[in-house]
């Protein structure tokens, strides 16, 4: 269904920030009747805009006449350093919001009763939305995803009363919310991550503990508990009594949920045999189908239905992705791992490999993949901070080779794999892409051009 086209027609918004949020807002809020003005501080982005918005790009010189300001998440409001309109929205008592938010706000005031499900955490949260939407669809539940993950949040349709939005939550996402309400908050595990944003932990973790604000009794916050940081946050929660806590685990650990053995279960018994859903492997992955089930079921699922859908999962472009098996070498597309907790879930999966990583370095480097060190039979670094990570591999005597691109990476990886016998190849960069790539997906798809052409290179009696 669509939005009233005079939903927000008494509204006046200001956008800043015209990547895919900002103009997905500016054209969605448009069209549900809002007056709208907007504003890119890039040249280029305001020449690109749609034909239809380029009556309303103009500079913020004043926010007064504005209702609120929706600002894209990657524009700073706080720390490092406020955004100077994002300043004046502050001294004029403005509202900054998130379009998660304006989108919650669209479907209230709609009147739908559809529920609407948030998903955070350092690691696992895309994997966890599109296993959750999997499961539902399966099921018949109209179910969609949004939000920091795929279409942006104001992009999903309206809902009927069945619906079920599934809003991957960015950090930047969640500082965002002032009326959001999730039916079912997430937390999956929080690790040290854009601390250059949030000033330090304690900032990061105030900001990810958003997703449970005005959450009441009738609501369920589901919580990984295999990091002390959340494990304390999921003991604080139930000890105020506010709203329904679950806790979840990928290992066999004391959980609501936990995974022994690759069986998922509660304190029921049995739930699902993950040794039927090869896409999901690892711990990191018995985690996500513990969260992902605890939701499902919250949201009426059963056994049978739950089981059905773990099976069936296709898995997620960029994590963890076989790409083609050359010659008995497979390559793995991990370049959503973009920090080192996150490329820990791979290396994990492999007794040894050729690993591919770099671009730009998290504050934390790579000091913690230490313990997977042994497994590299050789590394090649890519990106502008190559450097940073050559420190760590020399110092642990990890053989190594700079080769700075994606495109010299890939025949050498392959040629090395081929001389000493090794089976797998992983991009897996414990890095973010954005010195050479506007994305990990734009990164991964090309690693997966590359090896598309290695392969097309090579005698047919090479390929498997």
Not at 153 to 170: F, R
Not at 194 to 206: K, P, S, V, W
Not at 424 to 438: H, K, Y
Request: glycine share 6%.
């Amino acid at each position: 269904m669509n939005f009233s086209s005079t939903l927000f027609h008494t509204y006046r918004y200001a956008i800043l920030g015209l990547g895919k949020n900002g103009i997905v807002a500016a054209e969605r809020l448009l069209a549900m009747g809002a007056t709208i003005q907007i504003w890119d501080d890039q040249e280029k982005k305001r020449n690109e805009v749609p034909n239809e918005l380029i009556p309303f790009v103009a500079p913020f010189e004043d926010l007064h006449q504005f209702d609120a300001l929706v600002m894209s998440p990657g524009i700073p409001h706080y720390l490092p350093k406020p955004h100077p309109v994002a300043q004046l929205a502050i001294e004029q008592n403005i509202q900054i919001l998130s379009d998660a938010e304006l989108l919650y706000r669209a479907v209230k005031a709609s009147g739908s009763k559809a529920r609407f499900v948030a998903i955070t955490g350092t690691n696992g949260k895309s994997t966890t939305t599109v296993l959750l939407t999997h499961l539902l669809n399966e099921a018949g539940i109209p179910a969609m995803a949004g939000g920091n993950l795929g279409p942006a949040a104001l992009a999903l349709p309206l809902l009927d009363d069945q619906g079920v939005y599934i809003l991957e939550m960015s950090s930047y996402m969640l500082e965002r919310f002032v009326e959001f309400t999730a039916d079912i908050s997430c937390l999956l595990n929080m690790t040290p991550d854009h601390l250059e944003r949030h000033g330090d932990m304690q900032g990061y973790i105030t900001a990810k503990h958003h997703i449970f604000d005005r959450q009441s009794s009738n609501q369920l916050a589901v919580i990984g508990v295999e990091d002390p940081i959340c494990a304390n946050i999921a003991k604080e929660l139930r000890s105020q009594q506010n709203v329904q806590v679950e806790t979840i685990a990928g290992t066999n650990i004391n959980a609501d949920f936990w995974v022994n053995n690759r069986q998922l279960q509660d304190q029921h018994g049995i739930i699902a045999d993950l040794t039927k859903a090869p896409l999901l492997p690892g711990d990191h992955n018995a985690q996500n189908a513990a969260a992902a089930t605890a939701m499902a079921l919250h949201l009426g699922l059963n056994k049978e239905q739950i089981q059905s859908g773990l099976t069936s999962y296709q898995g997620l472009a960029h994590r963890q992705r076989p790409v083609a098996t050359l010659n008995n070498v497979t390559f793995i597309n991990d370049s959503k791992a973009t920090n080192a907790d996150a490329a820990s879930k791979a290396l994990t999966c492999y007794d040894e490999l050729v690993w591919i990583a770099g671009g730009m370095a998290k504050s934390n480097g790579i000091d913690d993949l230490a313990p997977y060190f042994p497994r590299m039979k050789f590394a090649l670094l890519i990106g502008k901070d190559a450097p940073i990570l050559e420190k760590t591999l020399k110092q642990y005597q990890v053989p190594y080779k700079i080769v700075h691109t994606l495109e010299c990476a890939v025949p050498e990886a392959y040629k090395f794999a081929q001389q000493y016998h090794i089976q797998t190849i992983l991009l897996s960069p414990a890095c973010a892409s954005f010195d050479q790539f506007s994305s990990f997906e734009e990164r991964g798809n090309r690693f997966a051009e590359l090896v598309m052409k290695l392969s097309s290179s090579l005698p047919l009696q090479s390929k498997n």
